[in-house]
């Protein structure tokens, strides 16, 4: 039977991402075939300017049999677009462009029930531009599903934010018993499927300290009676713990996931234990989907020197 391929969607034309999957490709770490869905004439402009030199083999939107697929050659569906430049600054220009890379991605798997999907990031302010919070959302909407999770996964430990790219001032605003009740549950049953196992999860506060000067925190209106009714049916929940110190050496070891109340709290000592060693997993989709942990980082752009470490965990993590 043939490997099921991983389907990507190149997300921004001005950023990074197709430096880092060509580097990739030169790994070679993985079975799977890989179905790129971008430009072809930005994809070739891309590889002539970083001077690498890989054959494409086009592929039809309508195929459904993959027996002959391999990493050979780049597997490239066509997503023709006319571009005054394909090296240009991050703009709304390119909005339609992206959109249609992620319909025409989505379209594929939908049609041939396919089950792995990794998209090069995007630009937030440019191309959502407040219409939904982050790319997490717009699939959700894309895909008509309701509850979905951020799941920044390392092997060692994942972290998970109750919120997303949401200003501080709104935070508290929303976080609900119910949403905590979702999250963990997503995160359960994702590892149950994928590991066979029930992950250790630890549940931070939102004040420092999981304190405060006033009553009725978020603490004790909806944190702790959901961390003691998620108990209730799961002893491996424990929380809330002070942001600032559920990261310590000794904490660290005791879990697999920890669940934040916000973006920042969780993602910025992941990235500082991590650097770019982890994966975005969206939960709560018809399909698994990874997007490398970093952004378009047009500043880099062309210079030949990004590192393709997130990239290849992806890729790494599909392929299984």
């Given at each position: 039977?043939?490997?099921?391929?991983?389907?990507?969607?190149?997300?921004?034309?001005?950023?990074?991402?197709?430096?880092?999957?060509?580097?990739?490709?030169?790994?070679?770490?993985?079975?799977?075939?890989?179905?790129?869905?971008?430009?072809?004439?930005?994809?070739?402009?891309?590889?002539?300017?970083?001077?690498?030199?890989?054959?494409?083999?086009?592929?039809?939107?309508?195929?459904?049999?993959?027996?002959?697929?391999?990493?050979?050659?780049?597997?490239?569906?066509?997503?023709?677009?006319?571009?005054?430049?394909?090296?240009?600054?991050?703009?709304?220009?390119?909005?339609?462009?992206?959109?249609?890379?992620?319909?025409?991605?989505?379209?594929?798997?939908?049609?041939?029930?396919?089950?792995?999907?990794?998209?090069?990031?995007?630009?937030?302010?440019?191309?959502?531009?407040?219409?939904?919070?982050?790319?997490?959302?717009?699939?959700?909407?894309?895909?008509?599903?309701?509850?979905?999770?951020?799941?920044?996964?390392?092997?060692?430990?994942?972290?998970?934010?109750?919120?997303?790219?949401?200003?501080?001032?709104?935070?508290?605003?929303?976080?609900?018993?119910?949403?905590?009740?979702?999250?963990?549950?997503?995160?359960?049953?994702?590892?149950?499927?994928?590991?066979?196992?029930?992950?250790?999860?630890?549940?931070?506060?939102?004040?420092?300290?999981?304190?405060?000067?006033?009553?009725?925190?978020?603490?004790?209106?909806?944190?702790?009676?959901?961390?003691?009714?998620?108990?209730?049916?799961?002893?491996?929940?424990?929380?809330?713990?002070?942001?600032?110190?559920?990261?310590?050496?000794?904490?660290?070891?005791?879990?697999?996931?920890?669940?934040?109340?916000?973006?920042?709290?969780?993602?910025?000592?992941?990235?500082?234990?991590?650097?770019?060693?982890?994966?975005?997993?969206?939960l709560g989709l018809p399909f698994v989907r990874i997007s490398?942990?970093?952004?378009?980082?047009?500043?880099?752009?062309?210079?030949?020197?990004?590192?393709?470490?997130?990239?290849?965990?992806?890729?790494?993590?599909?392929?299984?």
């Amino acid at each position: 039977m043939s490997k099921e391929p991983i389907i990507i969607a190149g997300g921004e034309p001005n950023s990074i991402f197709l430096e880092i999957f060509f580097k990739s490709l030169k790994a070679k770490t993985y079975k799977s075939p890989l179905i790129i869905v971008i430009s072809k004439k930005l994809l070739q402009e891309q590889m002539k300017k970083l001077d690498f030199n890989f054959k494409i083999n086009d592929i039809n939107k309508e195929l459904k049999d993959f027996s002959r697929l391999n990493n050979n050659k780049i597997n490239l569906i066509d997503v023709n677009y006319n571009f005054n430049k394909c090296f240009d600054k991050i703009t709304s220009k390119s909005n339609k462009y992206i959109n249609k890379t992620f319909t025409t991605a989505l379209n594929f798997i939908k049609l041939n029930n396919l089950s792995k999907f990794i998209n090069g990031p995007v630009s937030k302010k440019t191309f959502l531009k407040g219409k939904t919070l982050g790319i997490t959302e717009y699939l959700a909407i894309k895909t008509k599903k309701k509850d979905v999770a951020m799941l920044i996964f390392n092997k060692n430990l994942s972290v998970s934010p109750i919120t997303t790219h949401l200003a501080l001032k709104d935070v508290h605003k929303k976080i609900t018993k119910q949403k905590i009740y979702k999250q963990v549950d997503l995160i359960n049953s994702f590892y149950k499927k994928r590991f066979n196992k029930l992950p250790r999860i630890a549940i931070t506060g939102l004040n420092p300290h999981c304190e405060s000067n006033f009553q009725n925190s978020e603490e004790d209106k909806i944190i702790i009676p959901a961390i003691k009714h998620l108990r209730l049916r799961n002893a491996k929940i424990n929380g809330p713990f002070p942001a600032d110190t559920i990261f310590t050496k000794s904490l660290l070891k005791k879990y697999d996931v920890i669940i934040g109340m916000y973006h920042d709290q969780v993602l910025s000592p992941m990235k500082a234990l991590f650097n770019f060693d982890a994966i975005n997993i969206t939960l709560g989709l018809p399909f698994v989907r990874i997007s490398p942990d970093h952004g378009p980082n047009y500043s880099m752009l062309g210079k030949n020197l990004s590192d393709p470490k997130s990239l290849i965990q992806a890729l790494n993590f599909l392929d299984k």
